[in-house]
């Protein structure tokens, strides 16, 4: 029986900017988000880097669209805002890049040992 893949090829899904940094109730931070091409959404890997460095890749724990019927839906598209809220990672600033991909895996597999 075959397990999961060793390797994973990035498929990139969209590019968003960090506006502003959101501190909610609890210990969570939360940035609020411009997306400038193609898409975010709750089922996104992410990256985010601050001046071409990259200080964390992750999943997305919770996104919210903004705007002026409020907070809601999973997704944002290009040009949209909204508010993302970071699994496990909340040093976020204003000017950060966030890039968005999924994972597909491969069908490369490593010598068995």
């Not at 705007?67 to 970071?86: D, H, K, P, S, Y």
């Not at 890039?99 to 010598?111: D, V």
């Amino acid at each position: 029986m075959e397990g999961p893949p060793d390797e994973y090829r990035l498929l990139p899904e969209g590019r968003a900017q960090v506006l502003s940094k959101i501190q909610s109730s609890g210990p969570s931070v939360l940035a609020g988000s411009r997306v400038l091409e193609g898409q975010v959404s709750q089922a996104s890997f992410v990256r985010v880097s601050r001046n071409r460095r990259a200080l964390w890749t992750g999943r997305i724990r919770q996104l919210r669209l903004r705007g002026a019927a409020g907070l809601g839906g999973t997704r944002a598209t290009a040009g949209q805002e909204c508010v993302i809220a970071f699994d496990g990672f909340n040093d976020v600033q204003p000017g950060d890049a966030v890039e968005a991909f999924q994972l597909e895996p491969t069908n490369a597999r490593r010598p068995s040992r």
